[in-house]
T-cell receptor, first 113, second 112 residues
Framework: QQQVRQSPQSLTVWEGETAILNCSYEDSTFNYFPWYQQFPGEGPALLISISSVSDKKEDGRFTIFFNKREKKLSLHITDSQPGDSATYFCAASAAGGNNKLTFGQGTVLSVIP | DPKIIQKPKYLVAVTGSEKILICEQYLGHNAMYWYRQSAKKPLEFMFSYSYQKLMDNQTASSRFQPQSSKKNHLDLQITALKPDDSATYFC???????????FGAGTRLSVL
């Protein structure tokens, strides 16, 4: 059973729009949720992260909204730019997890100029 | 300049052979990891090392053996290769096992 699920699988938005990427998880021991951005031919790079004690984390145009009760989170990318076109992975780990991250399948974002 | 170097970038192997994937990090980190990304599965954790000691192993098969000859090296030896081993293997590192994870660019392995 997949522990971390992402939707949609792919998303296309126009430049300047807000892209919303969704993530849900099963394991209630998960308490750290990083989002990674991956461009073709490169490794994933940390974009933004949140811990379960917060319900919102903002970093420039990127915001995570977290709902612990529903075990859901979302990544909002405002004023989307063509350079944001990439695959975005939601991941999760438990306390003391030693960076053993459980990843979702990813959302492929395309931003059309 | 990339701070986590993985070699080779692409690797083609025949079924039953053995290969070694190389990883070196120049971030001064104390923890290193291997993750695998295949077409059919999400990116998945394989191993974690801290100060050159194995911390966690989520790989069921003994065909996968990490090798840490130096603090900033964590190679991955794969024996008796199978087509199902075809995937991109990512090396990663972090300052400690509780800090941000940084990934290399990966080695894409194809087993024929």
């Amino acid at each position: 059973q997949q522990q971390v699920r992402q939707s949609p699988q792919s998303l296309t938005v126009w430049e300047g729009e807000t892209a919303i990427l969704n993530c849900s998880y099963e394991d209630s021991t998960f308490n750290y949720f990083p989002w990674y951005q991956q461009f073709p031919g490169e490794g994933p790079a940390l974009l933004i992260s949140i811990s379960s004690v917060s319900d919102k984390k903002e970093d420039g145009r990127f915001t995570i909204f977290f709902n612990k009760r529903e075990k859901k989170l979302s990544l909002h990318i405002t004023d989307s730019q063509p350079g944001d076109s990439a695959t975005y992975f939601c991941a999760a780990s438990a306390a003391g997890g030693n960076n053993k991250l459980t990843f979702g399948q990813g959302t492929v974002l395309s931003v059309i100029p | 300049d990339p701070k986590i170097i993985q070699k080779p970038k692409y690797l083609v192997a025949v079924t039953g052979s053995e290969k070694i994937l190389i990883c070196e990090q120049y971030l001064g980190h104390n923890a290193m990891y291997w993750y695998r990304q295949s077409a059919k599965k999400p990116l998945e954790f394989m191993f974690s090392y801290s100060y050159q000691k194995l911390m966690d192993n989520q790989t069921a098969s003994s065909r996968f053996q990490p090798q840490s000859s130096k603090k900033n090296h964590l190679d991955l030896q794969i024996t008796a290769l199978k087509p199902d081993d075809s995937a991109t293997y990512f090396c990663a590192s972090s300052q400690t096992s509780q800090n941000t994870l940084y990934f290399g660019a990966g080695t894409r392995l194809s087993v024929l």
